[in-house]
């Protein structure tokens, strides 16, 4: 059984950084896709990161040069670096896993302040 716990969000100014993390459980987590989504109040969840097996990863368009994600596959967590924060980037962020995503952890609110 696959599971996904959050933890790292919470209340920043505009310009701040802020680091999730996500941990894993379940098999074979080092050749497993994992994703970071994002949902603000009212929109869809939208992909912010993905970090493939062979360690490749994608950028959404609005945090590509600010937001960096990356793994550790000894301790099965997923990381995701956020710099410049602006008051867009809130939402609850979610952790997921596959490809397509198909298991998902329960979200962290990430709230940042003008």
């Known amino acids: 059984q696959v599971q996904l716990v959050e933890s790292g969000g919470g209340l920043v100014q505009a310009g701040g950084s802020l680091r999730l993390s996500c941990v894993a459980s379940?098999?074979?987590?080092?050749?497993?896709?994992m994703h970071w989504y994002r949902q603000a109040p009212g929109k869809q969840r939208d992909m912010v990161a993905t970090?493939?097996?062979?360690?490749?990863?994608n950028y959404g368009d609005s945090v590509k040069g600010r937001f960096v994600i990356s793994r550790d596959n000894v301790k099965k967590m997923v990381f995701l670096q956020m710099n410049s924060l602006k008051p867009e980037d809130t939402g609850v962020y979610y952790c997921?896993?596959?490809?397509?995503?198909?298991?998902w952890g329960q979200g962290t609110q990430v709230t940042v302040s003008s």
């Open positions: 379940g098999p074979i987590f080092s050749f497993s896709t």
């Open positions: 997921a896993r596959g490809e397509p995503p198909s298991f």
């Open positions: 970090i493939y097996g062979g360690g490749r990863v």
